[in-house]
């Protein structure tokens, strides 16, 4: 006997999506989900964006790792509330493993939860967390094909941020190629170059983001 | 390469449906996979032994039907497979396409005795 199923394999994880999405809509917060390989720069994000926002931005932070809590003490030494999620091994965060944080901060006085995904070009991609905006990160020192080779990511992010733009001219990544790239497989995403050694270009990324933020 | 939790998922949903319909025995799953969602096939096949061995399902063969990444263009209509995902219309040049095809990942049935 045959039974028709017709259920998708991320399914469940959708519906806590939509779960996570109803209580963040009732506190106000805008969620933004940042995403990058390990070592593209994500924490180091983090950190410029509340430097530069948090005058103006109640800012929470939920910090996905595989193992460690490096990234969240950093930021806890910084005085930002964070929660630390270890995903024991997965190698992207859930919408489930975010709705069990979420009773750690209180949601109802930030404007902003950034969640640092895991350190991974492909797999966050395909959970949703309820997220209103989706950034990801490439630097300069992993090369410009990585569009073309994990495409996936490159499609659905609303924002692609290219960090580390002051190792320019050491490699032979081009912005451009880059640009052309990821335009032509998503028309409508929003591009920022900038270094957040140097902090170059994050003013254009943190205005752009408050407006988000209070536009919502 | 989270196979593993997808794999979890696909017998999570099998066996709930197998249940409601008092199934004894799962012989058959038939999946239907897009091309852009980069979930190697194989890997499944390969966990689906380690975990699904002590249920209903251990024995039942996999069988995938890979749907490739189609795209259509909104000002003409044209429907076209995007190399290297390049959205522009190939026909008419136009920058407004959306994918029609390629994302899907489901478990369309599933075969019981
Ligand atoms: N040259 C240069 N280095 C940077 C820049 N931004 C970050 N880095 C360095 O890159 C390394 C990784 O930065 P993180 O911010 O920890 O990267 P991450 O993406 O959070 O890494 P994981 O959480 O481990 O995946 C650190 O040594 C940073 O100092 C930049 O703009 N330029
Ligand atoms: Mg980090
Ligand atoms: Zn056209």
């Known amino acids: ?216 | 390469m989270h196979e593993l939790s997808v794999t979890e998922n696909i017998i999570d949903i099998c066996l709930r449906h197998a249940r409601n319909h008092g199934a004894r025995r799962i012989v058959r799953i038939n999946l239907v996979l897009g091309e852009l969602t980069g979930i190697v096939d194989q890997c499944i096949t390969f966990y689906w032994d380690m975990l699904a061995k002590d249920t209903i399902a251990a024995q039942a063969e996999l069988v995938f039907r890979k749907v490739p990444v189609v795209a259509r263009c909104r000002e003409c209509g044209e429907e076209y497979r995007p190399e290297n995902l390049e959205l522009r219309c190939p026909r008419c040049g136009g920058e407004q396409a959306e994918l029609v095809s390629g994302r899907e990942f489901r478990v369309e049935s599933i075969e019981v005795d």
């Not at chain 1, 998708?8 to 989900?33: H, P």
């Open chain 1, 1 to 216: 006997m045959e039974i028709e199923v017709l259920e998708g394999v991320f399914d469940a994880n959708e519906e806590i999506a939509r779960k996570n999405r109803e209580r963040f809509l009732e506190a106000g917060v805008f969620v933004m989900n940042l995403m990058a390989s390990p070592g593209a720069g994500k924490t180091s994000l983090v950190m410029r964006t509340v430097e530069g926002l948090r005058d103006r931005l109640s800012i929470g932070v939920i910090e996905g790792d595989i193992a460690s809590r490096v990234d969240a003490e950093k930021l806890k030494a910084a005085g930002v509330p964070v929660v630390q999620i270890n995903t024991g091994g997965a190698c992207h965060l859930d919408a489930n493993m975010v709705s069990m944080a979420l009773p750690h901060l209180d949601l109802s006085r930030l404007d902003l939860l950034i969640i640092e995904n895991v350190g991974n070009l492909v797999c966050p991609a395909e959970f949703q967390l309820g997220e209103d905006l989706k950034v990801m990160m490439l630097s300069v020192a992993e090369g410009d094909d990585k569009p073309l080779k994990y495409p996936l990511m490159f499609s659905q992010a609303h924002v692609l941020v290219i960090n580390k733009t002051d190792l320019l001219g050491m490699g032979d990544f081009d912005p451009q190629v880059v640009r052309k790239t990821v335009t032509g497989m998503n028309p409508d995403i929003v591009i920022f170059e900038l270094s957040c050694r140097t902090g170059d270009g994050l003013e254009a990324w943190t205005s752009y983001l408050h407006d988000r933020v209070r536009c919502r």
